[in-house]
């Protein structure tokens, strides 16, 4: 990518991933929170998820580069403090992709508007904004969908498995992400396992998406 189309395409996408990862991490305060975790009141606001790397630097150079959105962002929530621990765990879990949802929809509308804005100076920048909003955050919800601790996935399915396998699937957490690191691996024609498991699902969510706003 040429250095002018880099610097657009950061220009463009930076308010996206910042909304997508800060509000994906919020959600999951406000659920704590009211679940009982009162450590998650400091995290209501959105703004304090923001970590510079995490949440800025290397999703825009992995969006750029053409791979798998990938960062993260500081967080805040015991999940201990939890009213019921292993029950409330996977609402408070569910919360961050259903977040997602919600503001792929909205970019959604976004795209829309600016579809009905032909001519309009601000509409292609407009719509090119919405379509990375759209695809940034379904693939935040595949990704983090996946039942791997400590995705959200991994974290619904311990609250759901019987507390024997629960046990046996959180001992995975502290090699979930290199498990993850491993599918992102490029395998045959360039293609990574990651990307096999989770473009079958981006695909749906973008034309369910389409299909509900009509776009």
Partial sequence: MQIDQLI??????????????????????????????RSAQRSL??????????????????????GILFGWARTFINYASLRHPKRDMAWVALAGPAANLGMALFWGVLAK??????????????????????????????????????????????????????????RLEPYGIFILLFMALPLVQGASLLSLVLTPAVVGLEQLIGFILGI
């Fill in 8 to 37: 657009q395409t950061i220009a463009i996408a930076a308010l996206p991933i910042l909304f997508a990862i800060t509000m994906h991490e919020a959600a999951h305060g406000v659920a704590a929170y009211y679940f009982g975790d």
């Fill in 113 to 170: 508007v600016a579809l009905s804005m032909q001519g309009n100076y601000f509409a292609e920048p407009l719509l090119e904004m919405a379509q990375i909003g759209i695809k940034i955050n379904v693939v935040l919800i595949a990704l983090n969908m996946l039942p791997l601790p400590p995705l959200d996935g991994g974290r619904v399915a311990m609250g759901l498995l019987p507390h024997r396998q629960a046990y046996q699937l959180a």
């Fill in 45 to 66: 606001n959105p703004v304090h998820y923001i970590d510079p790397i995490g949440t800025v630097l290397l999703p825009i150079i992995t969006l750029a580069l053409g």
